[in-house]
């Protein structure tokens, strides 16, 4: 049982090139997440898809887009990176329903745009 | 705008002293969590707190929701070298809306000096 899973752990781009980040799950949970995180602004909410075949924006949507492939699997792609996208990017997933809403996060992708 | 303030943002302690983070927000939580993150992963889920009023202890880790479900704290006796960490609260379905979704304070991080 591996939780989240996060590909790859690093990456570094140059400005313009693009990627996209992996991240699975195998908690069979219904929701799943993209976030940032930089120094000093926690962690901001890029997109989620609270079901499988359901996309969101969240708090910092630009520049990103993502796919949910299936129930297990929500990958994140930067089509034209920018240095301000340097970051440290997670993936969570946990149920929905009723609460409480516990989220499970993957060790992160550290990424560097020169 | 940050729907929860947390503080302090940094804290130095000495081994064996007592210390207090602060989660607060204007806005009413269905559950608010804690987690911690060590350098070079992702948080950890530490506790959810549900009931306005709630206290939950994890060792030397005790937990409060305020009654209002608009704060929270976490209080660590004996702090020991092994606590160092950042400390990120998360507050889920803020107002009543956006099931799922949980908003993260800014985070303290904190070293304890052995």
């Known amino acids: 049982n591996a939780g989240v899973t996060q590909t790859p752990k690093f990456q570094v781009l140059k400005t313009g090139q693009s990627m996209t980040l992996q991240c699975a799950q195998d908690?069979?949970?219904?929701?799943m997440y993209w976030y940032r995180q930089d120094p000093g602004m926690g962690l901001r909410l890029i997109y989620y898809?609270?079901?499988?075949?359901?996309?969101d924006k969240g708090e910092v949507p630009n520049g990103y887009n993502v796919s949910r492939l299936n129930k297990r699997e929500f990958s994140l792609r930067l089509e034209s990176a920018a240095p301000s996208q340097t970051s440290v990017y997670f993936c969570?997933?946990?149920?929905?329903?009723?609460?409480?809403?516990?989220?499970?996060f993957g060790p992160g992708t550290r990424l560097t745009v020169t | 705008t940050q729907l929860l303030e947390q503080s302090p943002q940094f804290l130095s302690i000495q081994e064996g002293e007592n210390l207090t983070v602060y989660c607060n927000s204007s806005s009413v939580f269905s559950s608010l969590q804690w987690y911690r993150q060590e350098p070079g992963e992702g948080p950890v889920l530490l506790v959810t707190?549900?009931?306005?009023?709630e206290v939950k202890k994890l060792k030397r880790l005790t937990f409060q929701f305020g009654d209002a479900r608009k704060d929270s704290s976490l209080h660590i006796t004996a702090a020991q070298p092994g606590d160092t960490g950042l400390y990120l609260c998360?507050?889920?379905?803020?107002?009543?809306?956006?099931?799922?979704?949980?908003?993260f304070g800014q985070g303290t991080i904190l070293t304890v000096h052995p």
């Open positions: 998360a507050g889920a379905n803020p107002g009543g809306t956006s099931y799922g979704k949980l908003t």
């Open positions: 898809s609270a079901s499988e075949g359901t996309t």
């Open positions: 908690m069979n949970h219904n929701s």
């Open positions: 707190v549900v009931t306005g009023g």
């Open positions: 969570a997933s946990s149920e929905t329903g009723g609460g409480p809403y516990e989220q499970y």
